[in-house]
């Protein structure tokens, strides 16, 4: 079990103190970015497709819009494409990178307690900037630092390139015992709380050097106190690459799908490079 870091300290602007910026990290929280009204019809129109009703009230239920996740091909399918509801696409013109527009949209509830593997979205097939709208209640979301360990996991034989847990144009990299080394520190690993209707950022190291998690709990720790884990919505933002523009030029090739794929077709390399 990861042992908890304190969470880095964001950068406020006073004249603006509803947006939490970590520079270092690529990574802003705003807080208030949809209003309660906004999110009371959001959860209406969730539930307008899938009822809360006795058999979907204890599991993960995912509604996806926009461009859909093809696993023949790992990228975006050409073919499904299902419209996008008003109340996302209201909100779009206020996303603060307008640069890369989503196209890609799942939202999912999580029933009390539940959580979501450790996984990064998958770098070749979306674009850097990632959002994550969160609605219902308030959660902590777990970001490690990957190393070595993940690099080597990555590199394994037949390993599975997403995991169904964690979604789609996720890679699995939840820690695996058998190639843990002893040796290997514990990577940097500590929670920030989102907040109900707060947006999350995702771009850079965040993005790419990182994994993000929730872990499933009955409750949670928030400013001092112990609160038990509520329902919750969240809504994650893609812009998923096309054509020429699948792969990727980051800074992290241990753990960087596209160049692990060029890496493995020129046969891959006794050393792991990190
Ligand atoms: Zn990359």
């Not at 300290?9 to 949809?34: A, E, R």
């Not at 979907?56 to 926009?66: A, D, E, P, W």
């Not at 307690?113 to 979306?126: A, K, N, Q």
């Not at 674009?127 to 690099?151: H, I, K, T, W």
Request: hydrophobic share 30%; aromatic share 10%; charged share 20%.
């Amino acid at each position: 079990m990861a042992v908890l870091q304190p969470a880095p300290t964001p950068t406020i602007d006073p004249s603006n103190p509803t947006i939490l910026q970590w520079d270092d990290l690529g990574l802003s929280l705003i807080y208030d970015f949809i209003t309660e009204a906004e999110e009371k019809a959001m959860i209406d129109a969730f539930h307008a497709q899938d009822p809360l009703d006795e058999g979907n009230q204890k599991r993960r239920i995912s509604q996806h819009f926009g461009y859909h996740f093809d696993y023949s091909t790992f990228g975006a399918s050409e073919t499904r494409f299902t419209p996008v509801p008003s109340y996302i696409t209201d909100f779009l013109p206020r996303l603060p990178v307008q640069t890369y527009l989503p196209d890609q949209f799942t939202v999912q509830y999580y029933p009390p307690g539940s959580g979501i593997p450790p996984h990064v979205d998958t770098h070749s097939m979306f674009a850097e900037a990632l959002y994550s709208l969160s609605f219902g209640s308030a959660v902590p979301m777990q970001f490690r630092m990957m190393g070595p360990n993940d690099a080597r996991k990555m590199r394994l034989p037949k390993r599975s390139l997403q995991s169904e847990n964690a979604g789609s144009g996720s890679t699995s990299t939840v820690p695996g015992k058998q190639c843990q080394r002893p040796d290997e520190e514990q990577p940097p690993t500590w929670e920030l709380v989102l907040p109900a209707r707060s947006l999350l950022l995702i771009t850079g190291p965040s993005r790419y050097g990182y994994t993000h998690a929730i872990r499933p709990r009955k409750t949670d720790v928030m400013d001092g106190k112990t609160v038990p884990r509520q329902g919750r919505y969240s809504i994650t933002m893609r812009t998923t690459r096309r054509g020429d523009e699948i792969g990727c030029d980051c800074a992290y090739p241990g753990v960087c799908d596209a160049m692990i794929r060029e890496e493995m077709a020129a046969g891959g390399t006794s050393e792991v490079r990190y």
